[in-house]
């Protein structure tokens, strides 16, 4: 296996640059769409959106409340009001159709934070050491938000919250919440590889939750034309959720990605030349073969 230096240089070459980065892009005009959309009203006075992300209600009719914020307000003894709950219930279907992870990778505005961080890491030569946290931390710090808010009575939380700190810090400027938003890029970039999305936010570890039962899949359906090129780890947040659907096909596994805590941000099939990867379902098990499509059945191919 060889590990490129420069994952979608292939892809480039063989798809254009737009196709080689289309998701990429996607997720990017959506999340500069929806932090544009709740800036607009107090830097404009355009109310579209009123509220955060954590909370809102869009043209004064549809609400949307982060459920993760529900769970904290419970925990803290407080029962939201009708408005809330039903926005909850909207946020939580929406996830549990198209991926719990969906909001770190196509919403939360700290993603392009810690992606750049990650660029400014490869670009700085630093790979491999630093501090090396076990994957399930994150969900300690879940559950540890919820044992404060017990505790104390209040959301906690989202004093600290990176998401909301920024978004304070676009609307009212510099002070503290820049502070925490720095904090965690450097953090990713000298401390730990991808280490705030990856291992400690508890946003990301409720939605990764989520993300078990999702519908909407990844899936390695032509998993068969890989060359090893590994440039889907090299740029995947989560690389560790691709090898059993990419490498499975001896050991009986589908090659539909079930795991959590893929974000479904595309990035594999961004880079991938031979187009290994494809949006689908979790009931999805078909793999293509040239031009032959077939479900995998044990260490069988059934036509």
């Known amino acids: 296996m060889i590990t490129a230096r420069h994952p979608g240089r292939q892809a480039v070459a063989e798809k254009g640059w737009i196709r080689a980065h289309r998701w990429l892009l996607a997720r990017r005009t959506a999340q500069v ?64 159709v198209i991926g ?18 990650h660029w400014v890491r490869q670009r ?22 919820l044992l404060v808010a017990l505790a104390t009575g209040t959301i906690a939380w989202e004093l600290v919250n990176p998401v909301s700190m920024l978004f304070r810090g676009l609307v009212f400027g510099m002070g503290f919440a820049w502070a925490v938003v720095l904090a965690v890029f450097l953090f990713d970039v000298f ?20 993300g078990r039962v999702a519908l909407v899949r990844v899936s390695a359906a032509r998993r068969g034309a890989c060359d090893d090129c590994r440039d889907c780890y090299a740029v995947c947040p989560e690389g560790h959720v691709i090898t059993p659907a990419l490498k499975g096909a001896e050991k009986g596994v589908g090659p539909v990605i079930l795991a959590g805590d893929c974000t479904n941000c595309g990035r594999c099939m961004d880079v991938c030349a031979r187009d290994v990867f494809r949006f ?24």
């Open 191 to 210: 401390v730990a590889n991808r280490g705030w999305c990856g291992h400690l936010c508890p946003v990301g570890a409720f939605y990764g939750l989520l």
């Open 124 to 145: 700085l030569g630093i790979h491999g050491g630093g501090l090396r946290l076990a994957r399930n931390t994150r969900l300690w710090v879940l559950a540890m938000t």
């Open 33 to 96: 769409v929806f932090l544009g959309l709740f800036l607009a009203g107090p830097l404009t006075g355009l109310w579209l959106v009123k509220g955060t992300l954590a909370s809102s209600l869009t043209l004064g009719v549809l609400p949307l409340t982060d459920p993760y914020l529900i769970l904290q307000s419970l925990f803290a003894g407080h029962v939201p009001g009708r408005t809330a709950l039903i926005g909850g219930a909207i946020v939580l279907t929406a996830y549990l």
């Open 280 to 303: 689908g379902t979790r009931f999805d098990d078909r793999v293509e073969d040239g031009d032959i499509a077939y479900v995998e059945t044990g260490h069988h191919k059934a036509a």
């Open 100 to 117: 719990g992870r969906v909001y770190c990778a196509w919403v939360c505005p700290v993603n392009v934070v810690t992606d750049t961080a």
